[in-house]
Structure formats: C-alpha cells, structure tokens
C-alpha cells in the first residue's frame, strides 16, 4: 500500500511540475518542501527565499489560525480560498487544496497542495456587485444632481479613494455646464488652483464638446491633459504649465452621461502618476445605467406636472426596466416594459417564467436561455437583441440589457436591465442594407469603381473594383488619397485637381472628367470620372462621392472608327484622284487619237506629213493600252487570278537587256544609265517567273526616267544569302517621307494631287509591289526630296543546279503564289 501511494504521489507532483497552477509539497510540520516555477512566479519570490520556511508565514494573519487548525489533520488541507502575500507585501487570494503523501510504513511524510489566483476574478465579482448595487441605489435619488454626486461617490470609492474624479452635469436648453461634485482634490492642489484662479468646485461654462466627437458618439474617450486645448484657448499656454505642475495629471478619461440626442453630462476621471486599472467596459455599463436613470429624472423632472406627457415620451423612447429574481424565475416589469409586449400594465405584479415565455418568439428562445445561462454562470453583462411576440401576435425586436447581483458569497441572485422597443431602428437598418445591396448591384452592373472622400478628416475609400480597374487586389492599394495623386497622369493631375476645388466652392455642379491612370502592370487605363460633393447645413463641403469607369475599350473603338473614317476619306480621294487620273490619261490618248486621225482626211497632205501623223496617233494608242493594261493585271492580282510561272532566268542577260533598252530614252534626257552587279555567270541562272521580273524592272526604270530630269540611274544586283536584292536608284524629285508607303497603295503616285501633271495610272507601283511578294521578296524605299530616290526589293534566289547537286543543297523555295 505504500509502495502504492508513494506511485501516486509521484504521478501528482510530475503532472503538476509544469501545469499553470501553482504546486507546493509541504513537510509534517508545515515547512515548504518544493514549489514549481509558477509558484515562484505568481508570488514573485525565488527559491531561496521559499524553499525550508514555514507556509503559514506567507499567509494572511486572517487565514494563520485556520490554516493549522486544518492541517493538524495529518496534513490534510480541504478546498479552501486562502489569502497569501506576496513579495511586495500585498496579498492575493488563491482557492487551495492539497493532499497527503504517506511513508511505506503509512506513516504521514509529506502533504501536496495546488492553488491559483483568483485576486483578478474577486475583484471583477466585488465590482460587478458594487456596481450593480449602486445601480439598484440609484432609485433614492429625485434630481440629477443628486445622482452625479452619488455616481461621483461611488466611483471614487470603487477606485479606492486613489484618483481624482469630477461630476459635470449639462443645462443643455440654456447650454450651460456646471460641476457638481469633486472628489481627490487635496487642500495643497485645491489651495493651489485658486492662487492661479481656478475655483475647480464651482467651475461652470457654455457647452462646448465638438473637440470631443468620441464623447458624442457615448463612448469613453482618453484624453491628454491640455487645459488650453481643452479649454479652446480660454487658459494661456503659461497658466496650462502652471497647472500640470500643480496638479500630476498623466491622462483624463471622459465618460458622458447621454442618451441617443443629449449628453446630459461627463464623469471625468483624471489618472494621477500612479498606476491605475480602469476596468473600461464595467464603468460604461454602470455609467450606461446611471444615463438610463438621468434620463429618467429629466423626463419626470420636466413632464412631473402631467402625467399623461410623461407616459407619453416613456411610449416614444421605447425602454422599460424589468427586475429578475434568480431563485424564483419570477421578474417585475416597469410599465413601459408592459407596454412594449402588449400587455395592460398591473403594478406590483409580477411574471412567472411561463408567462414570459409565452411572449418570446419561438426561434429566438434557445440563443435567448443560453445567453441568460452564460451570464450567470459566467457573471457577466446579459447584452441580446430579440424578437418578442405581442398579445396581439405582432412581432418586435427589443434590446435588452441586464446586470447581475451578486450575494456576499458572489453568486448571482438578481438580474436588472432595461429594454426597449428597436423594432423602428432594425427596419431602417434593413432598408438601408438593402437600399446599400441594390447600390452594390447597381455599381457592379455598371462595372464601376467607387470612391468616398471626407473632405473634413482627408480619409478615403476605394472600392475593391476601384482598385481592379488598375489591376490590383483590395489589399495591395492602401485607402489613401495619396493613390489617387501618385496613379493619375501627371498632366491631368492639375487639371483634375482644379476641377475638384470648383465642385468643392460650387463653382460647378458636378465633376465630369476624362483622365488617365497607370494600370499594375505599367500601361495607361483611360478613366471616366464622376463625382458630387456632400454640404453641410452651413454650405461647407464635407464629401466627395464618385466613381470611375473603365472606357480604355471605348477609347479603342472610337480611336478605330476615327481611323477607319480618316481611311474612308483617304479611300473616296483617292478614288476622286484616280478617277481623274484616269480620265486624263484616257482622254489625252483619245484626243490625240481622234484629233490627228481628222488631221490624216486633211487632203495634200505630204508624206512626212502623214508619217509624223501615224506615229502620234500609234503612240496615244499604246500609252491608253498600257493604261487598260494596268488597270486590268490589278484587277487580276485583286481577284487572285495570277500565277507564277517558274522558268529559268538569266539575271545578269535581262538586266542587260535592259539597260541596252533604256540607255536611249535616258540618255534622250541628257543623263547616264548605269548597271552594277556583283553576280557571276554561274550564280545568275535561277528559277524565277521572267514576265514579272522584267515587268518589275520595267516599272521602276520607268519611274525613275519619268521623275529625273538629270544626274544618273543607277540599276544594281547582289546575292545576299538566299536572296537576290536589286535597286533603282535615281537623282529625280525624290518622295516626301510620308508618301513613302502610300506609293505602293492602288491608284496613288507620290504626289496625288501631280502639280506636273506626270502621265500615269499610278497602278505601276502597285503592281510591282504585288508581283515582288509573290516572288518571294519585299521592296521598300530611301528618298529625300530634291535628292532622288533608291527602290530596293528582293526575290528568293533559286539557282539552277543538276539533280546530282541538288541532292545535297537546300530545298527549293518555290515563290508564293496569288
């Protein structure tokens, strides 16, 4: 058996060593054998100091005596709260228990005892109550007065007398503030104040609480203590270093006494040097309680002479007050708290559980209960918005609020709270939601970005899609205005801006602006922006409300129709252009056609005469067949109705070819012809379409005669890898850069509108261009007016080689056909 017990033992202290409970073994004559390390740290001492020392010496003199009288016992220690001090003298209270540990001969060795803090929980249990007291204390009291100065006490008292506190009560109809109650000022500060002129108990002014939005709101608001910002300059920088020497204010805390539209008054309390814990949330509700309470005072106060008045505001405000018995179940109702379920008002009686139950709705009972259970077994604040069924089967929401009463031991006994009709309040809230899902719908729908800019505070939102516009995620882009300045092309930074400040001094209606904005991944977004300013009753612009909408794609199109429209316009003068080209260099043939065919039946006409004739009227025949000519091989080309016929070509015996058939005509103009090639006769044999490599030498040649009228042509040839590259060189007009490509489109020369009125179609050039593709190759132009011009092209170079050779060389690269 001792074997036994000495195992559990063990098992005790090792599952303990570590736990977060403090442990300590004990020896027969209450000396301290072992402590784990949260015993040392919750107490604060180090083993030394511990470790052989009697237990009953760290505890409260109080709690000595019991402590010995239970462990006489053979060291039995039974669950017991114990006080126990630790090293900086102050004492905490701990729930203790311990066990005994025996010898193998069952003799007593040694006791094994746990404890914890629970100084925190009885604390929170002694404020709870204390403060539930003096809210169930609050009922003595007949003017607001009174109860500032009790809730000034009490406070005072709960902070242990430790902290200076002041009670302000609100005169809002005449709007005026007067202190009421001052407690922690000692004679040595008060004294002090009045030598700089400050009476702080008799203290009073205008209302003035807009350097206190939080206060507004109801919430508690921590201050720095600054009297001349405080005050709005009323003290003077030296008297605010006067009084902060006087007084050793580290921080104000600013609680109101308010309901939804009046602040009836502030409890300050001012926070000296010395450390103290406020436990924020519990003075709230006390002071939520006592505003509750002050509202009631005024109301009775102001409608006291008229009862039906009073029931009257009491039917408005929607709040009654209810009182729960905890044993019993049963609960006392105020009669607006009857009212509000629809029931005739019987004073003093009081309502079973089953007849409350009764009037809660049924989907509402179970987060109801378990709540109330939570609140007792935790004590703690009963907080809950439900739905009541009336007794005349309408639905309500109400909101009730409850704080617990604790006995001496601390166990709850009673509940008191209010509770008040929201039903009005959670219908709004919902219209809104849904007035704010049907905008949601509507901006997504438009695929809009949101903006909201408070003028007042310089805070911004951005909606998620605002930010998508751009390519970010929510989370990339903070709300800050400094987005919108940095992403917005700087030339429409000034113009937007500027904008902005005349829709701000309503120098415009709206603000409506197209701008650009640098997209995530560095491209321009184009913006549509939209926005209208917020006023306040004064005129003063506090928003700016808008949205951005993506149109870079509308921009494209309008860009493209822009485009196609400037090409439309190009297209019908050009058509213009070549209908008059062409009916010029039609009629010009005709005329000289019909004209000398009339001269020819002139009778005695010489021999010469007749000849010179002919020759004309053969010349205007074979310039308007070269015209119809033109006219037909690009109709061909555009119908895709020519081919490519391979053949051998010798490129060095066509380009001779025509550099012996142009010499005459160029040298007629009083310039030089000139053929440079590198190729050899072996690399000249390829396989090619011939027609269409003379018609494309014919054209440029032709050109360059047409447009020079001195200088030299030039017609070169070289190899450059798998390509034949020619050029036509010339010391004519030249082409202005941007007519190069226009050159090669149908119907077009260089200059369209032709001052020199030069012959041609203005076809020649296109087909070249068509017929050096489907060869295979490109042409292109260098020009530079008054200087000349150079017309490169290539074809693929196809050499003509024996089969046994071919084997061994690249494939044949046969041209495109069209």
Same mark, same amino acid.
């Given at each position: 058996?001792?074997?036994s ?6 098992k005790?202290k090792?599952?303990h060593?570590?736990?977060t ?15 784990n390390?949260v ?9 030394n100091?511990?470790i052989?020392?009697n237990?009953?010496?760290?505890l409260?003199p109080?709690?000595?005596?019991? *402590?010995?009288e239970? *462990?006489k ?10 006080? $126990?001090?630790?090293?900086?003298g102050k004492?905490i209270?701990?729930? *203790? ?9 069952g ?9 914890q ?8 249990q002694?404020?709870?109550?204390f403060?539930?007291n003096?809210?169930?204390e ?18 005072y008292e ?6 200076i506190i002041?009670?302000?009560?609100y005169?809002?109809?005449n ?5 009421? !109650? ?7 500060i008060?004294?002090g104040?009045?030598?700089?002129g400050?009476?702080?108990r008799?203290?009073?002014?205008p ?9 507004e709101?109801?919430?508690l608001v921590?201050l ?7 005050t709005k300059?009323k003290?003077s920088g030296?008297?605010?270093n006067?009084?902060?020497k006087?007084v050793p204010?580290?921080k104000l805390?600013?609680?109101?006494i308010?309901?939804? =539209?009046f602040?009836y008054?502030?409890?300050?309390l001012?926070?000296t040097?010395?450390s103290?814990?406020?436990e ?9 309680q ?8 005024i ?14 505001? +009491?039917?408005i405000?929607h ?8 044993k ?13 379920f ?7 009686? !009081? ?13 509402? =009972? ?10 007792i077994f ?6 809950l918005?439900?739905?009541?069924i009336?007794?005349d089967n309408?639905?309500?929401f109400?909101?009730?609020?409850? !704080?617990l009463?604790?006995? +001496? ?7 008191f709270?209010t509770?008040?009709?929201i039903?009005?309040?959670?219908q ?6 849904e ?5 949601? @719908?509507?901006?997504k729908?438009a ?5 909201d800019?408070?003028?007042?505070t310089n ?11 751009l ?5 990339? @882009?903070?709300?800050?205005f400094?987005?919108?300045e ?7 930074l000034?113009k937007?801006?500027d904008?902005?400040q005349?829709?701000?001094?309503k ?11 640098k997209?995530?991944?560095?491209h321009w ?7 209208e300013a917020v ?15 993506d149109i870079?794609?509308r ?6 129709l ?8 190009e297209?019908?003068?050009?058509k ?6 062409m009916?010029h260099e039609?009629?010009t ?10 001269l020819l ?13 002919v020759e ?7 310039r ?6 033109d006219?037909?091989e690009i ?11 391979l ?11 025509i550099?012996h058939?142009?010499?005459?005509e160029?040298e ?13 006769e072996d690399?000249?044999l390829i396989?090619?379409?011939?027609i269409?490599?003379?018609s ?8 360059a $005669? ?8 030039k017609i070169?040839?070289d190899?450059?890898?798998d ?5 036509v060189?010339d010391?004519?007009?030249g082409?202005?850069?941007n007519?190069?490509?226009?050159v *090669?489109?149908?119907?077009?020369q ?12 203005g ?15 490109k042409i292109w ?10 017309f ?10 024996s ?13 495109k056909?069209?």
């Amino acid at each position: 058996m001792g074997k036994s017990n000495r195992d559990n033992e063990e098992k005790y202290k090792i599952r303990h060593e570590n736990t977060t409970l403090c442990f300590q073994s004990l020896g027969k004559d209450g000396s301290i054998k072992d402590v784990n390390p949260v015993w040392l740290r919750t107490l604060g001492y180090n083993s030394n100091e511990v470790i052989g020392n009697n237990f009953k010496d760290f505890l409260h003199p109080d709690w000595q005596a019991q *402590f010995e009288e239970n *462990f006489k016992n053979n060291g039995y220690l039974k669950e017991v709260e114990l006080k $126990i001090r630790h090293k900086n003298g102050k004492y905490i209270n701990v729930e *203790f228990e311990g066990s005994i540990g025996y010898k193998p001969d069952g003799s007593f060795e040694q006791t094994y005892c746990i404890f914890q803090d629970i100084t925190e929980l009885k604390k929170a249990q002694y404020n709870s109550t204390f403060l539930s007291n003096a809210v169930f204390e609050l009922n003595q009291f007949k003017t607001p007065k009174e109860v500032f100065v009790y809730t000034v006490d009490k406070l005072y008292e709960l902070f242990n007398k430790s902290i200076i506190i002041t009670g302000v009560e609100y005169d809002n109809p005449n709007n005026k503030w007067k202190m009421h !109650e001052v407690k922690g000022i000692n004679s040595f500060i008060d004294n002090g104040l009045k030598k700089i002129g400050i009476d702080i108990r008799n203290m009073e002014g205008p209302i003035d609480t807009r350097y206190l939005e939080d206060v507004e709101e109801g919430k508690l608001v921590e201050l720095e203590f600054d009297l001349q910002t405080l005050t709005k300059g009323k003290f003077s920088g030296n008297l605010n270093n006067a009084v902060k020497k006087i007084v050793p204010v580290k921080k104000l805390l600013v609680i109101p006494i308010k309901n939804k =539209k009046f602040i009836y008054g502030t409890i300050t309390l001012v926070i000296t040097k010395r450390s103290i814990e406020i436990e924020r949330q519990l003075n709230e509700t006390f002071i939520t309680q006592v505003a509750v309470f002050v509202e009631k005072l005024i109301i009775e106060s102001e409608l006291r002479e008229n009862e039906n008045k009073l029931k009257a505001a +009491e039917k408005i405000a929607h709040v009654g007050n209810y009182e729960i018995d905890l044993k019993t179940g049963a609960a006392i109702w105020s009669e607006e708290t009857f009212r509000i379920f629809g029931l005739e008002y019987i004073k003093g009686k !009081e309502l079973t559980q089953y007849e409350y139950d009764k009037l809660v709705h049924p989907d509402d =009972k179970f987060k109801l209960y378990k709540l109330f259970d939570e609140c007792i077994f935790e004590v703690k604040t009963f907080d809950l918005v439900y739905r009541i069924i009336r007794d005349d089967n309408e639905i309500r929401f109400v909101h009730s609020i409850g !704080e617990l009463e604790l006995n +001496e031991r601390g166990v709850p006994v009673k509940m008191f709270g209010t509770l008040q009709d929201i039903t009005e309040q959670i219908q709004s809230e919902q219209k809104l939601r849904e007035s704010e899902e049907r905008f949601d @719908l509507a901006m997504k729908a438009a695929n809009d970005g949101i903006f909201d800019w408070n003028l007042v505070t310089n805070e911004i939102y951005y909606s998620p899609k605002w930010k998508s516009i751009l390519g970010y995620e929510d989370y990339e @882009l903070p709300n800050d205005f400094s987005i919108w300045e940095n992403l917005i092309q700087p030339d429409d930074l000034k113009k937007s801006w500027d904008m902005q400040q005349e829709l701000i001094s309503k120098q415009r209606d709206r603000f409506v602006m197209e701008f650009k904005m640098k997209h995530k991944d560095g491209h321009w977004v184009d913006i549509l922006s939209r926005a209208e300013a917020v006023f306040d009753e004064n005129g003063k612009a506090i928003r700016m409300v808008g949205t951005h909408q993506d149109i870079s794609e509308r921009k494209r199109f309008e860009a493209e129709l822009l485009e196609a429209r400037q090409k439309a316009e190009e297209s019908d003068r050009l058509k213009s252009a070549f209908l008059a080209n062409m009916s010029h260099e039609i009629r010009t043939p005709m005329n000289g056609i019909l004209g000398f065919t009339r001269l020819l039946q002139i009778p005695g006409l010489t021999g010469d005469q007749q000849q010179s004739y002919v020759e004309i009227i053969q010349k205007s025949g074979d310039r308007m067949l070269n015209t119809v000519n033109d006219i037909i091989e690009i109709s061909r080309i555009d119908t895709e109705q020519v081919r490519v016929s391979l053949g051998k070509v010798n490129v060095l015996k066509q380009l001779d070819f025509i550099y012996h058939f142009f010499t005459p005509e160029v040298e007629k103009k009083g310039m030089q012809l000139v053929l440079n090639t590198s190729l050899s006769e072996d690399e000249s044999l390829i396989l090619t379409d011939e027609i269409k490599l003379d018609s494309i030498f014919t054209n440029l040649v032709k050109n360059a $005669i047409k447009y020079s009228n001195k200088g030299t042509i030039k017609i070169s040839c070289d190899k450059k890898d798998d390509k034949l590259e020619f050029s036509v060189k010339d010391t004519g007009i030249g082409i202005p850069q941007n007519r190069l490509e226009a050159v *090669f489109n149908r119907f077009v020369q260089a200059d369209i509108e032709d001052k020199q009125v030069r012959e041609g179609s203005g076809l020649g050039l296109a087909i070249v261009k068509s017929y050096v593709e489907m060869l295979g190759g490109k042409i292109w132009i260098e020009s530079e007016v008054n200087e000349g011009s150079t017309f490169y092209f290539t074809i693929d170079y196809n050499p003509v080689v024996s089969l046994k050779t071919l084997k061994n060389k690249r494939p044949l690269k046969l041209p495109k056909k069209i």
